[in-house]
């Protein structure tokens, strides 16, 4: 077992599926019930799941969305405007300016995956206070709500993944867990169950309050005027490709890179983990977020740092950044799971798709298949 791996504590009720306790659950309220783990300390089964079957709740109410027309006008002017970016981009621009876009693109993203996601969100690793003010710069410039909000909203999509209270419920189809949801009013789910979430470890980070508190000021500063004046000014870059490419198309790239974690990710790709829920293995995802794209892993086991099972940093560039801290001792108490664990849950739930404990063998019959899935035990 690697060093940092963690299994369940052994004091965890290792309830049956079946039990009397599952049949009390599937009682209660479906939108107060919870579907998802969050922390380890949310498992309540051996294989880090919740004891109850979740599927029934794992769906969206028939009502009319309430559109939000700002919103619309300004996601419409963000888009047209980075389509004119990206042409200027392969036009007009600068190389300069092109590799200055990447390089916010790259940060920014780290922001959100290295600090919002798998630091502040998630708790799956702890960083000191230098690492946190990097971090928290990062996701300024990639401006998409300050961590503590993106941290708490993505909380009760772990918790309560797939239901009304989830902010970017994936049953209501693609274009609402892409972009949809910013487009029309929170159900009342989200913001009820956003109240009701602990948060007091977000709280207790000043770093953290500190971005929030000073957001507005912050954020247009980091994510609009200095991306805008640095090619302007440094290298006499035009201010229309300034703002167009290093601003805009860089801003809204990202942003849709991002969106796809909440709807390719839990539409498209293997489920070797879980093959009951949604979200999904998703390569080309985990390459253009630096590995938030192996998410059937991250919804079944949320509190790894990796947000994959394998340590290696191919496609998981935020990994290694996070490992890269940690030599340097600024980032500590990286959380894994033990591989027995991760054993016992893709023998139990997968898809028979994981490349130890899958099937495995693409020369295999259907035939064969349907004989090694049913063989009868007690017949030998």
């Given at each position: ?182 487009l029309c009013k929170k159900h009342p789910d989200v913001v009820a169950k956003g109240k009701g979430l602990d948060l007091s470890d977000l709280r207790a980070d000043p770093i953290l309050m500190f971005q929030k508190k000073h957001y507005y000021v ?80 991250h919804h079944v086991f949320p509190w790894d740092y990796k947000t994959a099972e394998w340590g290696n940093y191919n496609l998981n560039m935020t990994t290694a950044f996070i490992d890269l ?56």
């Amino acid at each position: 077992m690697p060093p940092n791996a963690v299994g369940l504590p052994d004091t965890l009720s290792k309830v049956p599926v079946d039990s009397d306790l599952t049949k009390e659950t599937n009682m209660e309220d479906e939108s107060s019930k919870q579907t998802g783990v969050l922390f380890e300390g949310d498992v309540e089964t051996a294989d880090g799941a919740l004891a109850t079957d979740t599927f029934l709740f794992k769906k969206a109410e028939d009502r009319q969305l309430q559109w939000v027309w700002r919103n619309i006008l300004l996601f419409a002017y963000v888009h047209f405007a980075a389509l004119y970016g990206g042409y200027l981009m392969l036009a007009k621009a600068k190389y300069a300016t092109v590799l200055f876009s990447a390089a916010l693109y790259v940060v920014g993203m780290l922001g959100i995956t290295g600090g919002a996601h798998r630091l502040w969100a998630h708790r799956s690793y702890k960083a000191k206070w230098p690492m946190r003010l990097i971090l928290i710069i990062f996701n300024t410039i990639a401006f998409q709500d300050a961590a503590y909000h993106w941290a708490r909203d993505h909380r009760v999509h772990h918790k309560y993944s797939e239901t009304d209270a989830d902010p970017h419920n994936a049953t209501r189809g693609f274009f609402f867990s892409h972009v949809g949801w910013l487009l029309c009013k929170k159900h009342p789910d989200v913001v009820a169950k956003g109240k009701g979430l602990d948060l007091s470890d977000l709280r207790a980070d000043p770093i953290l309050m500190f971005q929030k508190k000073h957001y507005y000021v912050l954020m247009p500063l980091a994510c609009f005027i200095l991306p805008t004046v640095i090619p302007f000014y440094f290298w006499n870059e035009s201010l229309l490709c300034s703002w167009f490419v290093s601003t805009m198309f860089r801003w809204c790239f990202q942003l849709n890179m991002t969106w796809l974690v909440n709807s390719a990710a839990h539409k498209f790709g293997g489920r070797p983990y879980d093959q009951t829920i949604n979200p999904s293995q998703n390569a080309t995802v985990s390459a253009v977020t630096f590995g938030e794209g192996w998410h059937n892993y991250h919804h079944v086991f949320p509190w790894d740092y990796k947000t994959a099972e394998w340590g290696n940093y191919n496609l998981n560039m935020t990994t290694a950044f996070i490992d890269l801290f940690a030599k340097i001792g600024w980032a500590y108490d990286l959380k894994s799971v033990a591989p027995d664990t991760i054993e016992r849950r893709v023998k139990r739930t997968g898809d028979g798709t994981h490349e130890l404990w899958g099937w495995g063998d693409k020369d295999l019959t259907a035939e064969d298949a349907r004989d090694v899935l049913f063989v009868d035990k007690k017949s030998e």
